[in-house]
């Protein structure tokens, strides 16, 4: 059902690509500047995604907010938020789904929700002391033996097929995903036990329930919650578009989420939520509680004049607070009103923007997503810091893998951009004219 949809949706984006490219190749779409080769290529339009985008309104997923995306995706009886199989259905097909096709989704993950031993025996032979992160890596890229792109390429498949095997290589992956973290968490802090998946349970619930919390239905919410803010970003994060990038090469779904996963685990990227945890339980260890908010007014101004930045606030393209976060806000308030940590969360977001507005005039003074997650998670007893970064990207390989299947499915070609030297760069800022990169 899911293959035939795509297949429809497949054909015509391929026919807008070949009359684009017929028609307008010539068609400037944007220009750089010098400033752009060392700041990171930030603002730069050089990616194409067609499943999310982030405006300076915040995360958009086939055009919709995602405050409405979580409002539309289809929710089980007595669940308070939806199904992340019908999350997954809408990122690969770009169409809302109906209960039936979340649960669809859901059902087709349990049926491949099934972990090679090997993999297991690689984690519990890893260093006590491994970092979640490079079990989780780990345990993706030892699966690539199990790829039927990679099979079915070397067997000669056509390219306009590739998509077809990478599709099955994405839904085995993304099912084992939950298998997979749990398995690392019980591994590294529950004395190595292991729990099966519940069958009666879905994608996200069973991730709470293998980690030990089956009993507690405000962390399945929450998981619900968490891995759908998480799942997409666009292409132009690191781990979206290492993955691209590898993926661009041919390598499979495994190769290029266990690189994607890599650029996750550095603290620029995949760590923000657990320090944002930590500045949140250093306020709280300094006034031994919650403080009054001209407390906090007075401790932020003293943290900025000592050239720190709040953590958790701003970001380089949302110019408001982030509806990942207001979202999440919302879950605390519900859920957890009267939590010390999250009482802090709340002063913090009532004092910041303004001191940081007197501060330094910065252009985004609002919370992003990682202002709150942490302190959610410590809610529901997942004190470990350095396993919230898996948390992330058990959520982002979702739109990662959805976002490998359309590129193999356009055909997107090999990224090879042109590096030049700075004795060249220094030559085209004096004679611009004389200077060609062709």
């Known amino acids: 059902m899911l293959a035939e949809i795509l297949k429809v949706k497949i ?13 307008h190749s010539q068609i400037k779409i944007g220009e750089f500047y010098l400033s752009h080769l060392f700041n990171g290529e930030r603002q730069l339009e050089l990616l194409v995604s067609d499943l999310s985008f982030v405006d300076e309104d915040g995360l958009q997923i086939h055009a919709i907010p995602i405050r409405q995306v979580i409002r539309l995706l289809p929710k089980a009886e007595s669940q308070e938020y939806p199904l992340t199989g019908g999350l997954y259905y809408f990122l690969l097909s770009g169409e809302m789904p109906g209960l039936d096709e979340a649960q669809s989704m859901e059902e087709e993950w349990k049926k491949r929700m099934i972990l090679p031993d090997y993999v297991e025996n690689m984690l519990r032979s890893m260093p006590p002391d491994e970092h979640p992160m490079t079990m989780f890596s780990q345990s993706i890229l030892a699966m690539q033996s199990t790829s039927l792109f990679a099979r079915q390429y070397s067997d000669n498949l056509q390219k306009e097929d590739f998509w077809i095997p990478t599709l099955e290589d994405a839904l085995n992956l993304t099912a084992r995903l939950p298998l997979i973290a749990s398995m690392i968490y019980n591994i590294k802090y529950r004395k190595g036990d292991r729990i099966l998946p519940n069958p009666q349970l879905d994608w996200s619930a069973n991730f709470a329930h293998m980690v030990g919390k089956s009993w507690d239905r405000h962390y399945q919410e929450l998981c619900r919650l968490f891995f759908i803010l998480h799942s997409d970003q666009g292409i132009g994060n690191v781990s979206g578009h290492t993955a691209v990038l590898v993926n661009s ?6 190769y290029a989420c266990s690189a994607a996963m890599n650029g996750l685990a550095g603290p620029l990227h995949g760590r923000a939520n657990q ?34 930045r709040i953590p958790g606030y701003g970001h380089p393209v949302i110019r408001k607070t982030d509806p990942r976060f207001t979202l999440q806000l919302e879950f605390g308030r519900k ?15 009532q004092v910041a923007p303004q001191v940081l507005m007197k501060h330094s005039k910065v252009k985004n003074p609002y919370p992003n997503i990682d202002a709150v997650s942490g302190s959610l998670q410590y809610h529901c007893g997942v004190h470990e810091f350095d396993f919230y970064p898996v948390l992330f990207g058990v959520g982002r390989v979702l739109g990662i893998t959805a976002n490998l299947v359309w590129a193999r499915a356009l055909q997107m070609p090999l990224e090879r951009p042109q590096s030049i030297t700075l004795d060249m760069l220094e030559n085209k800022i004096r004679e611009p004219r004389r200077f060609s990169l062709n």
């Open 11 to 23: 054909t015509e984006k391929r026919a807008r690509i070949v009359q684009m490219l017929a028609e």
């Open 335 to 349: 859920y957890l009103p009267q939590d010390e940590l999250f009482r802090i969360v709340e002063l913090v977001y």
């Open 249 to 254: 090469a041919l390598s499979d779904i495994f």
């Open 275 to 308: 320090d944002c945890l930590k500045w949140i339980l250093e306020i709280r260890d300094h006034f031994g509680g919650c403080p009054s908010a001209p407390e906090l007014e007075a401790y932020i101004w003293e943290y900025l004049q000592r050239g720190k």
